[in-house]
Nanobody, 129 residues
């Protein structure tokens, strides 16, 4: 069984920060490239950031450049997404996903969703005053 669980979402004011966590069970996260995605109401899901098994980072969304940071802690078998300087348009459900190992342990670019075969349930981030 392969499972990812996101946590850390919540309500935050514009300009605030949140740290999202992606925890793995049933497999060793270090072997996978992990991507963060988000879906805002009325919009299609988009890739945000991805980190390879070796820690190389790929940015998918220009709108979050310099505001969001992805990292991984192999000892804790987790990947994190640090959200800073949040804007109302960042409001979305945020998902983490593991890329199928057959495709490789690097980050696909563009973020081809069908290459990610394990998805968490998502965590809601709401940015509002």
């Amino acid at each position: 069984q392969l499972q990812l669980v996101e946590s850390g979402g919540g309500l935050v004011q514009p300009g605030g920060s949140l740290t999202l966590s992606c925890a793995a069970s049933g497999f060793t996260l270090v072997d996978y490239a992990i991507g963060w995605f988000r879906q805002s109401p009325g919009k299609e899901r988009e890739g945000v950031l991805c980190i390879s098994s070796r820690g190389s980072i790929t940015n998918y969304a220009e709108s979050v450049k310099s505001r969001f940071t992805i990292s991984r802690d192999n000892a804790k078998n987790a990947v994190y997404l640090q959200l800073n300087s949040l804007k109302p348009e960042d409001t979305a459900v945020y998902y983490c996903a593991a890329r199928t190992r057959w495709y490789g342990s690097t980050c696909p670019n563009p973020p081809i969703e069908h290459e990610y075969d394990n998805w968490g349930q998502g965590t809601q981030v709401t940015v509002s005053s």
